[in-house]
C-alpha cells in the first residue's frame, strides 16, 4: 500500500453499530481530518479492491471531560461510511 493511501485511512472504526452495519455492506473507517471523499474512494479502491458505491463523512467534535478531578478534553476525528453495492465485501485480513 502507498503511503498517502495508509495516510488517509487511519483504521477501523469498530464499535458495536458500526459491527452491525457491516451486514448492509456498510464499512466505517477513521480517516485523516484533511481527507476529502475522493481521496478516500481512491484509498478504499487502492487498499480494498473495491469501489465505493457512496461515502458519507462524519467530523466527530472534541469533548469536554472530567479526568481525575480535573478538566481535559477528548480528541475528535474524522470518519466516514463507505457504503458498497449489495454482495461486495472487505476483507480485512486480506488486505494489500
Known amino acids: 500500500m502507498n503511503t498517502a493511501e495508509s495516510q488517509i ?3 477501523r472504526h469498530e464499535t458495536e ?3 452491525a452495519a ?8 477513521r480517516v485523516a481530518p484533511t ?4 481521496e478516500i474512494a481512491k484509498a478504499v479502491l487502492k487498499s480494498y479492491q473495491v469501489k465505493p458505491r457512496q461515502l458519507r463523512i462524519v467530523n ?5 471531560v472530567i479526568y481525575r478531578g480535573h ?9 466516514v461510511m463507505v457504503y458498497l453495492k449489495a454482495g461486495d465485501k ?3 485480513k486480506t488486505k494489500k
Open 9 to 11: 485511512i487511519l483504521g
Open 17 to 19: 453499530k458500526a459491527i
Open 22 to 29: 457491516e451486514a448492509q455492506s456498510v464499512y466505517t473507517f
Open 35 to 38: 481527507a476529502s471523499k475522493t
Open 60 to 64: 466527530i467534535p472534541r469533548k469536554k
Open 71 to 79: 478538566s481535559a478534553w477528548k480528541s475528535g476525528y474524522k470518519k
Open 90 to 92: 472487505i476483507d480485512f
